[in-house]
């Protein structure tokens, strides 16, 4: 998956390299100074016709373009600054970011903290289920409770 952030980032970086204003970018890609704006903050993606004319007018690759060998770095206060959320909660999940869930799950939405319980429960994320089941709302408690993998009864200290 591509973190259109990080892409972003690399737009506005290399059309400042070139000393290119973002009208003067939108110009030799016949696209408004507005698509651009957006493809550098990450809102939206430019498409396949515009990746290939700016790593002409880049003179990068289209690896380059696209962050493909960057090193994804994760801030532990905040593992979603600096990235797109969806990104993040997909790497975590096949494993090419490596966070310590239990200890991270607070900062992700219901909807992302369902997406890594349901890799847990498909066996496509391991966790400590020991720290993650307590930091757990009842609701998702009982979601992994259909696991047939063996849960902690923390009430009762049994497995």
Known sequence: MIDVVL???????????????????ASKLFVTRQ???????????PSLDTLVELTKIFNVSIEELL???????INDDDIFVGHNRLFIINSIIDGSIKVDVPSVLYQMSPVERMMILRAIKENK?????EELYPKLTSSEQKYLNNMEVAIYDFKKGNK
């Open 7 to 25: 892409v972003g980032k690399k737009i506005s970086a290399l059309r400042k390299e070139n000393k290119l204003t973002q009208d003067d970018l």
């Open 35 to 45: 698509n651009v704006s957006k493809w550098e903050v990450g809102t939206t993606f």
């Open 67 to 73: 962050c493909l060998e960057e090193d994804i770095v």
């Open 125 to 129: 994320l391991q966790v400590e289920m």
